[in-house]
């Protein structure tokens, strides 16, 4: 006796059987499963924040960039009193 795993969508809660994207542990529709920056599939590499995907060119426009010489950061960051 064989076991079929049921691959439901991480996001509607309903089978994947036509195609699916397993990636952060689960199993998702490959329209659903979405940058959280712009909200458009992730059809290829993607980096994880919170939790999140995110696709890499909008997690680079999202980097903090350094008020002294204007490069991005990478890493931890120190914010002034002035939210700087």
């Known amino acids: 006796m ?3 795993q049921r691959r439901v969508c ?3 809660g309903r ?3 036509d195609g699916w994207i397993e990636a952060l542990g689960r199993f998702w529709h490959p329209d659903h499963f ?3 920056a712009c909200g458009a ?3 290829g590499d993607f980096v994880v924040e919170d939790g999140q995907p995110v696709h890499v060119a909008c997690s ?3 980097r903090p960039v350094c008020m002294g010489c204007g490069a991005k950061l990478n ?3 120190i914010v002034d ?3 700087q």
Request: charged share 10%.
């Open 10 to 12: 991480a996001k509607c």
């Open 34 to 36: 979405l940058c959280s």
């Open 60 to 62: 680079e426009a999202r």
């Open 81 to 83: 009193a002035w939210g």
């Open 75 to 77: 890493g931890v960051t």
């Open 41 to 43: 599939p992730v059809g």
């Open 2 to 4: 064989s076991v079929v």
């Open 15 to 17: 089978l994947t059987s």
